[in-house]
Nanobody
């Protein structure tokens, strides 16, 4: 069983930055594709970024050039560096894990963290 714990959310002004972290309990962390998803109030959960087991990283068009996702396998930690934040980036951010390759479908991910809140004013 994989446990994921996010941290780093908070409130920032538009144009500001935040770094989210996701620590996983899985032994072979590097075998998993790790994704960041977000969900705004009243909206569906959407994929933001994903790092696969070969460190290939995918980004949603809405965050390209502003967000950077990366893994530190030695620390079993996934990060999401968010720069130039916009009000539309606000929501609850979740990290998720699945075996194999990245996917934009939340249903493909087997393990989820509890979420961390991001507010942009």
């Amino acid at each position: 069983h994989v446990q994921l714990v996010e941290s780093g959310g908070g409130s920032v002004q538009a144009g500001g930055s935040l770094r989210l972290s996701c620590v996983g309990s899985v032994k072979y962390y590097n075998a998993y594709a790790m994704g960041w998803f977000r969900q705004a109030a009243g909206k569906e959960r959407e994929g933001v970024a994903c790092v696969d087991s070969n460190y290939k990283t995918l980004y949603a068009d809405s965050v390209k050039g502003r967000f950077t996702a990366f893994k530190d396998n030695a620390k079993n930690t996934l990060y999401l560096q968010m720069d130039n934040l916009k009000p539309e980036d606000a929501g609850t951010y979740y990290c998720a894990a699945k075996r194999g390759w990245c996917s934009w479908s939340s249903g493909d991910f087997n393990y989820w963290g509890q979420g961390t809140q991001v507010t942009v004013s």
